[in-house]
């Protein structure tokens, strides 16, 4: 593939991913995308076949896949295989040794533990905010995306982060749905801060903040939330020290 189509195509998976992101599959159209990338239409089919090839080359790029090996034009794949792309990325990115070491058989994590897990969703989120926001995008319409989302992405994280709440707290048994809940509330918190915040209009930016104060009050408000989850008001727990 020559220079210059490389960077061309390029230009087109930005504008997929960008156009994909705001107006969602179903709404985003050839001419939104052609418009985002500066090219016509009729450049666009030179690339690729239709808007699911479009999809598909938007996800290639924000799970960061070469780009210039592709056969063009590019014909889209089954869903299932683009779903399995996401989740082959989802296994690269993912590493929260402090959630693992928690969750390990005869672990006794503390309030620390749990704000360092806080601290390294942040981390993750804040890489991977581009993908997140497409993938999100896309699970209000298309199933399979919405499932990987829903148990991959979301789930396990609640489930195991209620989990390490009750072991922190010296209760036994399975969390209940409020303390899964309380788990969602807290990865929402850290989700909203490390990546939703910057998509927000500068007048509702807190003068001030940096980016090492951000991810600190998203830790220590992720493992309060939790921690206050699991407690259920026991007075024997007001003394679980968080990191400062």
């Given at each position: 593939?020559?220079?210059?189509?490389?960077?061309?195509?390029?230009?087109?998976?930005?504008?997929?991913?960008?156009?994909?992101?705001?107006?969602?599959?179903?709404?985003?159209?050839?001419?939104?995308?052609?418009?985002?990338?500066?090219?016509?239409?009729?450049?666009?089919?030179?690339?690729?076949?239709?808007?699911?090839?479009?999809?598909?080359?938007?996800?290639?790029?924000?799970?960061?896949?070469?780009?210039?090996t592709l056969t063009l034009p590019?014909?889209?794949?089954?869903?299932?295989?683009?779903?399995k792309l996401v989740a082959a990325?989802?296994?690269?990115?993912?590493?929260?040794?402090?959630?693992?070491?928690?969750?390990?058989?005869?672990?006794?994590?503390?309030?620390?533990?749990?704000?360092?897990?806080?601290?390294?969703?942040?981390?993750?989120?804040?890489?991977?905010?581009?993908?997140?926001?497409?993938?999100?995008?896309?699970?209000?319409?298309?199933?399979?995306?919405?499932?990987?989302?829903?148990?991959?992405?979301?789930?396990?994280?609640?489930?195991?982060?209620?989990?390490?709440?009750?072991?922190?707290?010296?209760?036994?048994?399975?969390?209940?749905?409020?303390?899964?809940?309380?788990?969602r509330i807290a990865l929402e918190?850290?989700?909203?801060?490390?990546?939703?915040?910057?998509?927000?209009?500068?007048?509702?930016?807190?003068?001030?903040?940096?980016?090492?104060?951000?991810?600190?009050?998203?830790?220590?408000?992720?493992?309060?939330?939790?921690?206050?989850?699991?407690?259920?008001?026991?007075?024997?727990?007001?003394?679980?020290?968080?990191?400062?």
């Open positions: 593939m020559r220079k210059k189509s490389e960077k061309r195509l390029e230009q087109i998976a930005e504008g997929a991913v960008d156009c994909f992101t705001e107006l969602g599959f179903r709404r985003a159209q050839m001419a939104d995308i052609a418009k985002a990338a500066g090219v016509s239409v009729g450049t666009l089919y030179l690339y690729v076949t239709g808007k699911e090839a479009l999809l598909h080359l938007a996800i290639l790029r924000v799970c960061e896949r070469p780009l210039d590019l014909r889209a794949p089954s869903m299932q295989e683009t779903v990325r989802r296994a690269e990115v993912v590493r929260l040794p402090s959630l693992v070491a928690a969750l390990g058989k005869g672990a006794k994590p503390g309030a620390a533990d749990l704000q360092a897990i806080g601290g390294e969703f942040y981390d993750l989120l804040h890489e991977v905010r581009r993908a997140v926001w497409l993938m999100n995008r896309l699970a209000q319409e298309i199933p399979e995306i919405d499932a990987l989302q829903a148990a991959a992405m979301r789930g396990d994280f609640r489930d195991d982060l209620a989990a390490v709440a009750l072991k922190i707290v010296g209760r036994r048994g399975k969390p209940g749905p409020d303390l899964k809940l309380a788990a918190a850290v989700s909203w801060t490390a990546m939703h915040r910057m998509r927000e209009t500068p007048a509702n930016a807190i003068e001030g903040l940096t980016e090492k104060m951000a991810r600190e009050t998203a830790a220590h408000s992720f493992a309060s939330t939790l921690i206050s989850a699991a407690t259920e008001g026991r007075a024997d727990m007001r003394d679980l020290q968080f990191s400062s």
